[in-house]
């Protein structure tokens, strides 16, 4: 079974660079190897989609200060450290980080294999809801001052008659331009645009 994620391994030891790459090639996955967390920096601008696979401690820049440096590159790729039972705490450390799990060595195939599947399922469901985000958001740039008020309004709770009386303009007045927003914002229901409301404004950074 193939499968569209790229597993970019990060090890410098090449015998278990060699052996994992086997493995999860013969299970169905493209692999890119890396000697090292700076080859690997350097490869960013070519990365293909999919998950890293990185051991935590490696010569030059570790597994910790390489999260860092893929955050500051905004590199949002699922991260997954290998570790040696004394290196523990450092993998804690990264998945303090943001990598979404770690390995402890020796592991047997199966489990890093759920560990890539988990990561790769975990990214296509951020990455699905991030591009919903972004085209509700782009809907919602679309309406105009009077029509923001208005969905705020509705977002608020408030009856069409309320919101009248608080932007000091009629009913119907806010009968056309809640219509106008339900349409801007292809809401077939008050339910689905304040669906969408929620979902823009909980895809945004906090302050």
Do not use: W
């Amino acid at each position: 079974m193939a499968h569209d994620a790229v597993v970019h391994l990060i090890d410098d030891d090449d015998a278990v660079r060699q052996s994992l790459a086997f493995m999860l090639t013969a299970s169905g996955y493209a692999v890119r190897v890396y000697e090292s967390a700076q080859v690997f920096l350097d490869a960013v601008p070519t990365l293909q989609p999919g998950c890293i696979v990185t051991d935590v401690r490696m010569p030059g820049i570790d597994g910790l200060e390489l999260q860092q440096r893929l955050k500051a590159l905004d590199v949002e790729m699922p991260v997954i450290v290998i570790t040696g039972h004394a290196d523990v705490p450092l993998a804690v450390q990264a998945m303090k980080a943001g990598a979404v799990d770690f390995i402890e060595k020796p592991f047997g195939d199966e489990t890093l294999l759920t560990a890539i599947r988990v990561a790769v399922s975990r990214q296509a469901v951020d990455s699905a809801r991030a591009q919903e985000v972004a085209a509700i958001k782009a809907r919602l740039a679309t309406l105009s001052p009077r029509e923001v008020e208005v969905l705020e309004g509705l977002v608020q709770g408030h009856a069409n008659k309320t919101i009248a009386y608080d932007l000091q303009i009629s009913a119907r007045t806010v009968e056309v331009h809640r219509a106008n927003v339900m349409t801007k914002m292809g809401a077939a229901t008050l339910s689905d645009l304040l669906r969408m409301v929620f979902v823009a404004r909980a895809g945004e950074a906090p302050a």
